[in-house]
């Protein structure tokens, strides 16, 4: 009888996950990529995401922002404080109004967030020809398939099929839903990016470094969660085992 | 000892000189310690107490989530994630109170699932149902409001498509609607009174739970046998026995959640809830919760609209005449061979539900969806009134004792009379 | 049917089980005091508004005689600008005549530029004296109008209910006419 009733269990579980990936079925495959912070002990590839903010500094920020981020979130990818300090004063912030009132720029600062390429939304509407470039502050977990799923896009344009007409300034991609995407191929071509460290950008290099450094740019917490949760399970696991002991003594005058 | 004053037994003079005004200890001591319960009862036991403690961890994590989190359209989304950022530990916070919340759906639904398969619900126990089914309301509540808190795109129009539900109202539908946004759409207003009452409402269901419990005191508790304690030999005090027991489920219970919460934190929620609200845009696929998703595909199973949303409420509304629906004097489906088959496939209907509510509104899942609903509103309505009379239940045993003696093997000597003799 | 129950577990007298519990006790009680600390953590402060803890303060506009007042971690901050009389006067007060002694010197870097973290340290309250209309109050410093606390031109208490004299903030100069605060 006992077992009869954690089938049920298993069965009511069953159900629930049968919902999930119902949920994020999506119409096309993704291919799975290897990356660094998968699994159990995951943990970001601090050299990768570094190149990634490169590719994302040199390329995407023309028309992407990532407005929740700051200058100082970089010193968790390993960079210098003195580095961080550097980058921030490439840009002009605006800040005031000063003692007359008036609005000013100055050098950023490592508290200032990332500088958006456009003022607001219908100035980026209009620069883009109606379509909103968006955030990538958490694009990773704002998508299906997460970092898979960039990745893919990134290295997914090609020629249209026969039967495919694309509409005026759209893009051939073939993991964007509905495979037209306005979003000219920004990983154009090997070496488009010059890497400080020597790697060879590839557009595949170049597409799995900004995945890195945009995983980690959504979810910046995951090694510190990780590392916590084998900690706790592990923690809970032992505790278990005596929860168990000691009810198994307490009963075991009534069995 | 002067009169108006409680007898107290305990034996430390400044606790007993506090249980002598206030008779919490003994109160305490009498419901939770030596407070007889069956004996026989199985790991579903667990989820009651199970429930008790999620609804503390919400309360305490949310109340600490509020600290920090802006309920305005322009700032909310930031602020959570200025949460998940930027504050202590906000990452942990806000994901146990995210995961938490479809931990409590899973620990009450199986909760639900134990009553309906042991016959809790029936007398004496009508109210004490009764009540847990108002608890359930003003969780689904609860959920619903706090999912929009983060002003995502699927916060906003889960909250536009919920509050809609309403406008099927005769007459009267589109004032109410526009009376629950405080606008002429789901915008600031109707942010600031979500999180408001958001807030207020899981202390209501904590004072809801004390009635449920303090009913099940009144009642005591049902068993997998559905037969009531004929004496001390059937029962146990609830400490050390279940005390240790739920303590077991309660470890077991945070592996689970702990695995959700560090290593899959989304998977039960939505990608496009990180995309900030936009009203201009609605998601190609708008689905609510998991939670939510058998009682969404009952809606969308009526062509209707009006018909959808009082089918819909319809499906809650049953369960609080279900103790008068069932006309079987026995509890326990153990006992019931055709009302238990039925129920398996009532439980199937349900899982059949909550798939379908997650797939597109389109065939086959439309026509699933109706033969689901309709098989879970007959087993309600038809199967079980009729099965009450025609149903031959098998032999009942003659107490709780006897079958656990019977059934259990060999047994240690005097293993029945042992707890007596400590009485 | 209460009163004929065992109020507690039966007591068999096994030494191992009461071991077993008292482990699994302490390792939950270990396990709840892990759970509480994030709480706690998370009500201090937070990264954004740790980064935001300096303050950098151009000094140029200040003339001699004048004061600015800047925020800093949500507090005023009090940049005066002495003249040399008074920075004399400072110096030429005995330690012994103060409540909380403590040399000109020791309260500045250089010594025409005073930085004080402006809260009474009485009561919390912003003292007067940094418009040129303010009362300064009997010393020529800072006036606190809430209790009547009077500090001098070192930002020292010389009369009044404050304990001590006014808070000098962490700070460096950063170049000959900037400061950074924190």
Request: proline share 8%; glycine share 8%.
């Amino acid at each position: 009888m006992r077992r009869f009733h954690s089938l049920k269990a298993l069965l009511v579980a069953a159900g629930l996950a049968a919902a999930g990936p119902a949920l994020a079925a999506g119409e096309v495959h993704v291919p799975d990529t290897r990356f660094s912070f998968d699994g159990l002990f995951g943990h970001f590839d601090r050299a990768s995401a570094q190149r990634g903010f490169q590719v994302y500094k040199e390329v995407c920020a023309s028309c992407h922002s990532m407005h929740l981020l700051s200058y100082r979130n970089l010193r968790d990818l390993g960079l210098s404080d003195a580095e961080v300090r550097a980058i921030a004063a490439t840009v002009e912030v605006q800040d005031g109004p000063n003692d007359e009132g008036a609005m000013f720029e100055r050098p950023g600062r490592p508290s200032d967030r990332f500088r958006s390429p456009f003022a607001n939304e219908r100035a980026a509407r209009a620069a883009n020809n109606g379509a909103l470039p968006p955030d990538l502050s958490v694009i990773v977990k704002a998508r299906e398939g997460g970092a898979d799923y960039i990745h893919a896009l990134l290295t997914g344009y090609a020629d249209p099929p026969a039967d495919v007409t694309l509409m005026e300034g759209m893009n051939y991609n073939k993991y964007f839903p509905g495979h037209q995407i306005a979003m000219a191929p920004p990983l154009s071509g090997d070496g488009q990016v010059e890497f400080h460290d020597g790697t060879n950008a590839t557009v595949d290099q170049m597409a799995r470094d900004v995945t890195q450094f945009l995983a980690w740019a959504a979810e910046p917490e995951l090694e510190q969660r990780k590392a916590l949760g084998v900690k706790f399970i592990l923690f809970l696991t032992v505790l278990g085992f005596l929860a168990y002991g000691v009810k198994r003594k307490i009963w075991a005058d009534v069995h | 000892m002067a009169t108006g004053l409680h007898k107290s037994d305990v034996a430390n003079p400044v606790l007993r000189w506090i249980d002598a005004r206030l008779p919490v200890i003994t109160l305490m001591q009498k419901e939770y310690g030596t407070f007889p319960t069956p004996r026989n009862f199985n790991y579903l036991w667990n989820f009651g107490a199970l429930a008790m403690v999620n609804l503390l961890v919400m309360i305490a994590t949310g109340v600490v989530l509020a600290m920090h989190y802006t309920p305005h359209v322009s700032m909310a989304f930031d602020s959570v994630e200025r949460i998940m950022r930027d504050v202590n530990y906000g990452w942990l916070l806000r994901y146990v109170h995210a995961n938490g919340a479809s931990m409590f759906f899973i620990v009450v639904y199986i909760h639900i699932w134990r009553g309906l398969y042991y016959g809790s619900y029936k007398a004496p126990r009508e109210l004490l149902w009764m009540l847990g089914v108002v608890i359930f309301l003003l969780m689904m509540a609860t959920a619903f409001m706090g999912y929009v808190l983060p002003w995502g795109q699927m916060s906003f129009w889960g909250a536009t498509v919920i509050t809609n539900l309403f406008s099927a109202i005769p007459l009267v539908g589109e004032s109410i609607v526009t009376w629950l946004w405080g606008g002429f759409s789901v915008d600031n207003p109707t942010l600031n009174r979500f999180f408001s009452l958001h807030y207020l409402l899981p202390f209501v269901i904590f004072g809801v739970v004390f009635l449920h419990v303090a009913a099940l005191h009144i009642t005591g508790s049902n068993n997998p046998l559905g037969i009531d304690p004929k004496g001390p030999q059937d029962t146990l005090p609830f400490h050390p026995y279940y005390t240790a027991k739920d303590s077991v489920g309660l470890v077991v219970y945070f592996i689970v959640f702990a695995v959700l919460v560090f290593f899959f934190p989304n998977m039960l929620g939505h990608a496009d809830n990180y995309i900030p609200a936009n009203p201009l845009v609605t998601p190609p696929h708008i689905v609510p919760e998991w939670y939510f998703l058998p009682f969404y595909a009952i809606l969308r199973a009526i062509p209707d609209k009006l018909g959808g949303v009082l089918m819909m409420f319809g499906a809650i509304a049953v369960l609080f005449v279900l103790p008068w629906l069932d006309t079987s004097p026995i509890r326990s489906m153990r006992f019931r061979p055709v009302a238990r088959v039925a129920l398996f496939i009532w439980l199937l209907s349900f899982l059949v539900l909550l798939y379908c509510g997650g797939k597109p509104p389109d065939e086959p899942f439309v026509t699933i969806s109706r033969i689901a609903t309709l098989y879970y509103f007959a087993y309600f309505l038809v199967i079980l009134p009729l099965l009450g009379r025609l149903e031959r239940p098998l032999p009942l045993p003659e107490s709780i004792a006897m079958p656990v003696l019977r059934g259990g093997g060999p047994l240690p000597a005097g293993a029945m009379s042992k707890p007596m003799e400590k009485a | 049917m209460a009163d004929s129950m065992a109020p507690t577990a039966p007591q068999d007298g096994e030494t191992r089980r009461d071991f077993l519990q008292l482990v699994t006790g302490a390792f939950a009680a270990v396990g709840v005091g892990a759970v509480v600390w994030p709480f706690i953590s998370s009500m201090n402060p937070a990264r954004d508004v740790l980064a935001l803890s300096t303050t950098e303060v151009d000094l140029t506009p200040i003339a001699t005689g004048s004061a600015v007042t800047v925020m800093w971690r949500g507090k005023p901050v009090f940049v005066r600008n002495r003249t040399a009389e008074e920075i004399q006067v400072a110096r030429q007060v005995p330690l012994s005549q103060l409540p909380d002694p403590a040399t000109d010197q020791s309260r500045v870097k250089k010594d025409q530029w005073l930085v004080l973290v402006g809260v009474c340290t009485h009561l919390g309250c912003v003292p007067l004296g940094q418009k040129p209309t303010d009362p300064r109050g009997d010393y020529g410093g800072w006036f606190c109008p809430c209790h009547g606390s009077h500090y001098d031109t070192s930002g020292r208490i010389r009369k009044g209910p404050a304990p001590t004299n006014l808070l000098v903030p962490e700070y460096a100069f950063t170049s000959d006419t900037q400061i950074r605060v924190g």
